[in-house]
């Protein structure tokens, strides 16, 4: 069995970091894919079951980069001899996620090394407890880095680099300027100026860019140079020049011992300043996950030894019986023992009216109880949570590479080598054939080409517009579990739905009754107390017709039920008879004046029932799976989209035609079998078709999983969800609407990035090597190269910011009115 290990690393910043983080993690035995994110800074690596997650992180390790790994000490009590010890770390090194496991004896401590996006100190704790053994306190290491720290550093060291930089290009510009020169020559002579430069520029060189110093030697020591080997590369030769310029300027030809000393700080500061801005607007970008985290309660108010104990919320354990007092959040998942309340799930369910919630109800965690005190028993923690599953999708999403960017890694891949070639070509043309001062020509090319041919903005084109819009659709109720859905479902040509539980509500509900002689409620009252007393999905969504309505249910005598046929019961004096038409005619009951209305609510996919008090014609009664709220609308828009629509159910011929006149359907693929969906798609596909595939139950599951995009209801089964690229939480259709706009949109987005970002390197590395010096007179300078390097970046982020402010096509079932789905026709005949 495959599995997915996720490891979160620091230190990359551009498309050939991504690469060679890859190639190293393919290299480990076992891995079967292994994907990187630049702008979430993770690595997603597919591996057979049982592989080791140290090997991986020794790979990324000695391809450079710092892995994040956790490290934590647990006391745990009740240790007592080296069986103790070993059972515990032969129980923890089972858990997905673990690097190192060592259990001190003496000490009482078991120290553990795990990857935080694999396991959780809850599970790593509860496993513990499973081995016999109980975890107190948790150490954790405080050399853990963070991304705030790394924000920090990266801010300081920007400040620094301005502070220092700011003087030297005054320098270095004013001394340019006829009406600033003598002014400058007053005060100290030109070669003091420049020594000033040189001190002002060598901490910025070296300590605020010691990050590209660090980074490119590694990039070089493994013979895969990329933007850190670039900036370097760059930089070293604008201020070695400049220093060897200053001190013997005697070994220059004649007019080239110039300094580059305002080159090399203003490149170093400028890409810092773009790496800074890439910092926050990648911070943005993931403000989907913080705000999911956000929902995430702190502390747990735990019931144990007859005492209650607020306690962290990795410390909660499946069984524990938790406290939830009015106006808090649910800490984890559960199931009510004691007390009622109304939570609000609107996070889930999009529903902005909260639910009641009394013994064996079931709570979600993260949703907020209202108005009463609530203990239910801890059933899901940690990772298991609906919350943390929902943060984990949308995560897996941000993680994962459409084929767009697999096609942009490899062109990185090739670009910076390329680069390095066409910079040192450009050094000898200019130094063997460019006019006079002819090396200075050289190196200004040079070092112009080694800058502005980073890669950072292609590696960012794809993953920070995925981020973007899985955050977005996450906002809108849709989950998108893989972000290679994105790409797929802008693709897409044909929508197939599944009809039970999809387009309709998936239970029977009472649709209309009709009067044909009496009152309407009194009517109602009598057939719904005959049919309290049975337990048919129909007989029970006729009591809850009547129950919506606030009527009170008579009590009643002899009931008899006939299976086939129908049901009687005296209720209030009255002999009360209901059933299907044939049950009339054996009672010797006249159907003809109601034949018209009862063949239109069959095509109409109704099943009519007839009810007679006292021996005569009293109502037709239709139940049926009634379409969702918005079925019909979202149809309309898919179509408007371009998009076929068809509709794939197991029903018969008859109702699936009926429903599908409905919403508008034209394609129909009835009386299909629950093996047979997924051939169904497949044929489709044939057709050269790509096809989305909705879906909400458990035979549904390997037609979600043989479409192109699998998109499952929310409201279904865990099967469903688990085979679905995308999850439309709240069970409206109109969400798929959204989606595919929302795709659509992501889709347009990555191609003007790409375009973006191909167009700015293949355009502008031929002028930064000069050529167009020739005919115009135009080179560029190696600070605006860097200022354009940096531009590049920003845009794509800024670009891919945009879709943020997307807005839904057309809304959801969230804002419709309060008990719109519970009408039921009243009519008179």
């Not at 107190?136 to 853990?144: F, G, K, M």
Request: with cysteine; glycine share 8%; aromatic share 6%.
């Amino acid at each position: 069995m495959a599995e997915n290990v996720t490891i979160e690393i620091h230190g990359m910043s551009c498309a050939s970091c991504v690469g060679r983080v890859e190639r190293a993690l393919g290299q480990q035995p076992g891995v079967i894919d292994a994907q990187v994110n630049l702008a979430i800074h993770k690595a997603t690596i597919q591996v057979e079951g049982g592989t080791a997650p140290a090997g991986l992180v020794r790979a990324v390790e000695t391809a450079g980069y710092r892995p994040v790994v956790e490290s934590v000490d647990i006391l745990v009590t009740g240790m007592s001899c080296a069986s103790c010890v070993s059972r515990i770390e032969r129980t923890l090194e089972k858990l997905p996620g673990m690097v190192e496991v060592s259990v001190n004896l003496a000490t009482q401590k078991a120290f553990v090394r795990f990857l935080p996006g694999a396991v959780s100190l809850s599970r790593i704790q509860h496993a513990i407890r499973e081995a016999g053994y109980e975890p107190q306190d948790i150490e954790t290491d405080p050399q853990a880095d963070s991304q705030d720290q790394a924000g920090v550093r990266l801010r300081n060291s920007v400040v620094l680099a301005t502070l220092l930089t700011i003087p030297v290009v005054l320098i270095a510009m004013g001394q340019m300027v006829p009406a600033f020169q003598p002014f400058f020559s007053s005060l100290l002579p030109h070669r003091g100026w420049v020594t000033i430069e040189w001190l002002l520029t060598t901490p910025v060189q070296f300590y605020a860019g010691a990050r590209f110093y660090r980074g490119g030697a590694i990039e070089l020591r493994h013979l895969n140079p990329g933007m850190n080997s670039l900036v370097m590369i760059g930089t070293s030769a604008a201020y070695f020049y400049s220093v060897a310029a200053l001190l013997v300027p005697g070994v220059f030809p004649a007019g080239t011992a110039v300094s580059y000393f305002e080159a090399a700080a203003v490149i170093v500061t400028l890409i810092l300043v773009g790496r800074y801005l890439e910092h926050i607007a990648r911070g943005r970008s993931s403000e989907a996950i913080k705000k999911l985290l956000q929902l995430q309660a702190k502390t747990a108010r735990v019931l144990r030894d007859g005492q209650t104990q607020e306690v962290p919320i990795e410390a909660v354990v499946p069984g524990d019986r938790i406290l939830v007092r009015p106006g808090e959040r649910l800490p984890v998942d559960g199931v009510v023992e004691e007390g009622h309340s109304y939570v609000d799930e609107s996070m889930i369910s999009g529903e902005p009216i909260p639910v009641a919630k009394g013994k064996d109800a079931e709570v979600v965690g993260g949703t907020i109880n209202k108005n009463g005190s609530l203990t239910f028993r801890a059933t899901r923690v940690g990772a298991d949570t609906v919350l943390s599953q929902i943060i984990q999708m949308v995560e897996s999403a941000q993680a994962d590479k459409p084929p767009i960017q697999h096609l942009a890694d490899r062109i990185a891949g090739v670009l910076v080598p390329v680069a390095i070639l066409i910079a040192l070509l450009a050094f000898g043309i200019w130094s063997g054939f460019g006019p006079e001062p002819a090396l200075s020509f050289a190196f200004v090319t040079m070092v112009s080409v080694l800058v502005i041919a980073c890669p950072c903005a292609m590696g960012l084109a794809t993953p920070t517009a995925i981020m973007v819009a899985t955050g977005k659709g996450a906002e809108m109720g849709v989950l998108f579990r893989k972000g290679t859905a994105l790409e797929t479902l802008a693709k897409m040509d044909t929508v197939v739905l599944d009809k039970t539980g999809t387009l309709t509500r998936g239970r029977p509900e009472l649709t209309d009754f009709v009067v044909v002689e009496g009152h309407e409620d009194e009517l109602l009252r009598l057939v719904a107390a005959v049919e309290a007393q049975s337990e048919h999905p129909i007989a029970e969504a006729i009591v809850q017709g009547a129950k919506a309505r606030g009527l009170e249910l008579p009590a009643i005598r002899r009931f008899n039920a006939e299976p086939g046929y129908g049901i009687e019961a005296e209720v209030n004096g009255h002999q009360v008879h209901v059933g299907a038409d044939r049950y009339m005619r054996r009672l010797g009951i006249d159907l003809e004046v109601v034949e018209e209305q009862a063949k239109a609510l069959a095509e109409e996919a109704k099943s009519p029932l007839y009810a007679a008090v006292d021996g005569r014609l009293a109502a037709i009664i239709a139940v049926a799976d009634p379409l969702k709220v918005g079925s019909a609308e979202a149809i309309a828009a898919l179509k408007a989209m371009g998009l076929e629509v068809a509709m794939l159910t197991g029903d018969n011929r008859g109702t699936a035609d009926a429903i599908a006149r409905q919403v508008g359907i034209q394609r129909v693929l009835a009386e299909v079998l629950p093996d047979q969906k997924a051939e169904e798609i497949q044929r489709l596909q044939r057709e050269g078709k790509r096809v989305a595939f909705v879906g909400d139950g458990i035979n549904d599951a390997p037609a979600l999983a043989q479409a192109d995009v699998g998109i499952a209801i929310g409201t279904g089964t865990d099967i469903a969800i688990e085979a679905a690229d995308v999850v439309l939480i709240r069970g409206d259709l109109r969400g798929i609407v959204n989606a595919t706009a929302l795709a659509k949109r992501t889709h347009r987005t990555i191609i003007g990035n790409f375009v973006w970002a191909y167009g700015y390197n293949m355009s502008l590395i031929p002028v930064a090597a000069g050529v167009l010096y020739p005919f115009i007179g135009v080179l560029l300078n190696p600070m605006l190269a860097a200022a354009a390097m940096s531009f590049s970046s920003i845009f794509v982020l800024s670009n891919s910011l945009r879709l943020r402010r997307f807005t839904p096509d057309i809304v959801d079932a969230s804002t419709a009115t309060p008990g719109e789905s519970h009408e039921t026709s009243v009519q008179h005949t």
